[in-house]
């Protein structure tokens, strides 16, 4: 794959979010996590390197501009959702704090935590979808991403999302069959 610049991913990125109109700070960082969007600092970030990686990574001939400003309609779709995302702020910091006092193996093996990991896959799948939905919308409007493309790109994203969600279920039902199989 050819190189690309820091600066030429930043204008791609820059230039989706002018031709939708939103204020929206667009910061790079070197997370490892190729976009995402902080609804507590109103960020849109970047990892150029991972950018570059995840868009090789996929399997169907996308040009990496493409691939960019649907990822980029993502991330502002979930600007577009930030009130419900500030909403449930208290039961991530729940989330967060359950993962910090206990350890994966105590997460993984106690149905009443491994129950709270699968409420927030649950949370996280829906606010995906919604920014999916809005990238959509969004993208409708503007018409730069071909849509067989946009959607392949998006069930792309999900599937991580909903094989991990499906992965943990089947440990949970596992789990939870094997308590009823114990005796009282």
């Known amino acids: 794959m050819q190189q690309y610049t820091n600066q030429y991913l930043k204008e791609i990125i820059h230039s989706t979010i002018l031709a939708t109109g939103m204020n929206i700070e667009l ?95 649950i949370m996280n799948i829906a606010f995906e979808e919604t920014a999916w939905f809005n990238a959509e919308i969004l993208n409708n409007k503007l018409q730069l991403v071909n849509i067989d493309m946009f959607e392949k790109i998006k069930n792309h994203s999900l599937s991580s999302y909903l094989n991990n969600y499906r992965e943990d279920l089947a440990l949970f039902k596992k789990i939870q069959d094997e308590a009823e199989l114990l005796p009282a």
């Open 27 to 121: 910061k790079q960082d070197y997370t490892g996590v190729n976009m995402s969007y902080n609804f507590i600092t109103h960020i849109v970030s970047f990892d150029a390197k991972r950018l570059v990686e995840a868009a090789a990574e996929f399997s169907n001939m996308i040009p990496l501009e493409i691939y960019i400003n649907a990822l980029t309609l993502h991330e502002l779709g979930h600007a577009l959702d930030r009130p419900a995302l500030q909403a449930s702020l208290p039961r991530t910091i729940d989330f967060f704090e359950m993962r910090n006092e206990n350890s994966l193996n105590e997460i993984y093996n106690t149905p009443s935590l491994l129950s709270m990991i699968i409420e927030e896959h």
